[in-house]
């Protein structure tokens, strides 16, 4: 079994940065593809970004390419992802997922997941 839980979300204003972490335990961490994903009011859960099991390989969603980055130092168990210039839209909830890679990017789900944390920003 595998236990995700988010922290770093809060309220924030416009062009500012947030971190997310999502820390792992249960299985070995190695052992999955990571993924960042967000789902705000009314709207369906939209994939934000993932990194494979030892970090060479990251996919972001195309909108979110340059102000976002995902991060997965592994003696930490723990997954990152760095906010920068922040806009209203990208309000939401953000979960963390864990899954095989093509799980988290070509299908859009996980094996597990964690409860979200909450990311508001203001105008």
């Known amino acids: 079994q595998v236990q995700l839980i988010e922290s770093g979300g809060g309220l924030v204003q416009a062009g500012g940065s947030l971190r997310l972490s999502c820390a792992q335990s249960?299985?070995?961490?190695?052992?999955?593809?990571m993924g960042w994903f967000r789902q705000a009011p009314g709207k369906e859960r939209e994939f934000v970004a993932a990194?494979?099991?030892?970090?060479?390989?990251?996919y972001y969603a195309d909108s979110l390419k340059g102000r976002f980055t995902i991060s997965r130092p592994n003696a930490k168990n723990t997954v990152y992802l760095q906010m920068n210039s922040l806009k209203p839209e990208d309000a939401a909830v953000y979960y963390c997922?864990?899954?095989?890679?093509?799980?988290?990017?070509?299908?859009?789900?996980?094996?597990?997941w964690g409860q979200g944390t909450q990311v508001t920003v203001s105008s």
């Open positions: 249960g299985r070995t961490f190695t052992s999955y593809t």
């Open positions: 990194i494979n099991w030892n970090g060479a390989s990251t």
């Open positions: 997922a864990a899954g095989a890679w093509n799980t988290i990017v070509e299908q859009n789900q996980g094996d597990y």
